[in-house]
């Protein structure tokens, strides 16, 4: 008998000058970053969380610590590739994932291929096991205000 399990992910970072913005595992110019002890991908951490979320192993702060000196500046795509060998321990199967981008500014329509690609590649799925979606707030709240950015993801993983 085949089990599935649905996960779901979120994730919050603030944005300030002069740091790189990386979202979905690919840099976008621009002139914020995310504030992180990571590279502060807003959208693999939201999906780590969905996928740890769903196959009942914690979530990323348990596996991978923001007070660890080993995570200060990581590429987040090396964070999404181990949590997926964490699944891939224990049985596990992505089915699919969706992620959702929260953020007003810059647009990202034209870099969601590339982070559908990155994704699919990270977590060894085909690119239409993959989608990523980007929405405003309208100019209402802190992503709405230009302070953050925030990601969701939904994931299906099956074993």
């Known amino acids: 008998m085949t089990t599935f399990r649905i996960g779901h992910g979120y994730d919050v970072h603030r944005l300030a000058e002069g740091l790189t913005l990386r979202l979905g ?38 596996h991978f610590p923001d007070t660890s000196g080993e995570f200060k500046g990581m590429d987040s795509r090396i964070l999404l590739r181990r949590t997926r060998d964490i699944l891939a321990a224990e049985g596990w199967s992505v089915g699919n994932v969706d992620c959702t981008i929260i953020l007003q500014a810059p647009k990202v329509r034209p870099y969601i291929d590339a982070m559908r690609g990155e994704i699919a590649d990270c977590l060894g799925v085909e690119l239409s096991q993959v989608s990523v979606k980007a929405t405003t707030t309208e100019r209402l709240g802190f992503e709405g205000r230009g302070e953050g950015v925030a990601a969701e993801s939904v994931v299906l993983i099956f074993k």
Not at 32 to 59: E, F, P, R, T, Y
């Open 25 to 62: 595992g690919v840099s976008i110019p621009y002139d914020k970053g995310c504030v992180a002890h990571s590279d502060g991908d807003a959208v693999l951490h939201a999906l780590c969380d969905a996928l740890l979320g769903a196959a009942a192993l914690g979530d990323i702060g348990l």
